[in-house]
């Protein structure tokens, strides 16, 4: 009774979250219960598969929240304190009982809808064989893209050494109202990950109408993300090959004139978004003079990309904030993309010695964020210079938008990367070495005590 009790007070949010669109269309009565039809309308509403979280934008080094007013503002507003828990590496983030962490929240209402439509799809009525296949893999890739961020938030980043005991997520895989919540290992999650992708490609389309459907791309690119938190960078670098087979179209920076919106953009691959905009105040992304010196000015990133706080945002505010929202009109899109197979694949290169290799395909996405005459095609001295390039260019392309964290997490104890970082909050210093245990969220306060089972984050 226990269990079954919170898992329905669990599953309120993710029926609000993810259900309701798909609820109503049922009551609209042109629909019968249990046919197939039913699982790709559920499919089709992007508001159950496409929100991601926002947490990781908060705590990554591109993020410098400095100014007093800033601070103040999100000080004085209980709603915005998880921000500053957040930005100060502090423990718990979400400080009150009461508390949702929306993260997680939105990751496991998605988790939810996907494994009804992987439970449920096989014995519905009305639809081929292959048409229930193409369903339930589309499901497993939602929910694989779920899994892969609630790991890198809420555990430590893999290590092949410690991943079969260290504490990942509770793993569930069926819609069942009394599974316990109990944390599956990190190297468990990563390897039901890597079966369901696997095993969801066959099913998948080679193409499909729009990028918020995942086709055989999608699944290739989130092999090769998830290759690459694991560290297995020639596995990293082959799916980001079968993935650029597939999708590889760049938008020239130079020569654009309207950007695309992020149904239309030919480079992302698997469409999914923050939990919301980021791009006012007061929880704008203020960038670091680190992220803005490595940009540079004549970088097209730099131009299109950010805008200039004491103008935009008024008095008080200074430096350079994230403001592709406003640009695009989009809410940052967080899912794979065809630049990101590029660096992978550069810097799966890199790894393997291949300088000359890496670099060619850092300077193939390079050549598309300059104006011509602004265009210095990059080198490198050998392979760990080749490296440490990829890694800045993912900076330069990702910035605001999750992967700066996760490649953190993942980079923290490489010589190459490793550092301690500091950050001043209303005249306190706070620290984050390398090996600090706020490399990982803590799990919310709320979470916990309705599910006594799943063991805290140091």
């Not at 009565?29 to 790709?40: A, D, F, M, W």
């Not at 929240?65 to 304190?81: E, F, L, V």
Request: aromatic share 12%; with cysteine.
């Amino acid at each position: 009774m226990r269990n079954i009790y919170i898992a329905v007070l669990w599953l309120g949010v993710i029926l609000s979250a993810g259900c309701s669109k798909f609820t109503d269309i049922k009551t609209q009565g042109s629909l019968i219960p249990k046919e197939t039809v039913n699982y790709r309308y559920l499919l089709n509403y992007t508001g159950t598969f496409e929100a991601g979280g926002k947490l990781p934008d908060f705590i990554s080094a591109d993020v410098a929240i400095t100014d007093s007013i800033q601070q103040a503002s999100i000080a004085g507003n209980s709603s915005y304190t998880f921000i500053m828990n957040c930005y100060t590496w502090q423990s718990p983030v979400y400080p009150l009982s009461t508390d949702r962490d929306k993260d997680w929240d939105t990751y496991y209402a998605r988790i939810y809808n996907c494994n009804i439509i992987i439970d449920e799809v096989p014995e519905s009525t009305g639809g081929s064989d292959s048409v229930k296949a193409e369903l339930i893999a589309e499901a497993m890739v939602h929910r694989a893209d779920a899994y892969l961020n609630l790991v890198n938030e809420y555990a430590k980043p893999y290590n092949a050494t410690t991943a079969s005991s260290d504490l990942g997520v509770p793993l569930l895989l069926t819609p069942s109202l009394d599974a316990k919540l109990n944390r599956a290992t990190v190297a468990t999650v990563y390897n039901r990950l890597e079966a369901d992708l696997k095993g969801a490609v066959n099913a998948l389309p080679k193409f499909t109408s729009v990028n918020t459907l995942p086709g055989k791309a999608a699944a290739y690119s989130l092999l090769a993300r998830m290759y690459l938190f694991m560290g297995n960078y020639a596995s990293a670098g082959l799916y980001a090959d079968s993935t650029l087979l597939l999708q590889s179209a760049l938008n020239d920076l130079a020569t654009i004139t309207t950007y695309p919106r992020k149904l239309q953009d030919p480079e992302i691959i698997l469409e999914k978004i923050a939990y919301e905009s980021a791009s006012y105040p007061p929880s704008t992304l203020r960038l670091s003079d680190e992220l803005l010196v490595l940009l540079g000015t004549q970088d097209l990133r730099y131009k299109l990309f950010t805008l200039d706080a004491a103008t935009n945002l008024g008095s008080g505010y200074t430096g350079r904030f994230f403001s592709r929202e406003r640009y695009t009109f989009d809410t940052r899109n967080i899912g794979t993309s065809v630049p990101e197979m590029i660096l992978i694949k550069a810097e799966s290169l890199a790894r393997n010695n291949d300088a000359n290799g890496a670099m060619t395909m850092v300077n193939q996405l390079r050549v598309k964020r300059f104006a011509a005459a602004d265009y210095t095609p990059l080198s490198a001295t050998d392979a760990n210079d080749a490296v440490v390039k990829v890694v800045e260019e993912r900076r330069r392309e990702f910035f605001c938008r999750h992967l700066p964290w996760y490649d953190q997490r993942r980079l923290k104890n490489d010589p190459l990367f490793s550092r301690t970082y500091t950050r001043t909050w209303q005249g306190v210093t706070y620290t984050l070495d390398p090996n600090s245990n706020r490399y990982v969220f803590p799990i919310a306060a709320y979470n916990i005590s309705f599910n006594p089972e799943i063991e805290q984050n140091p």
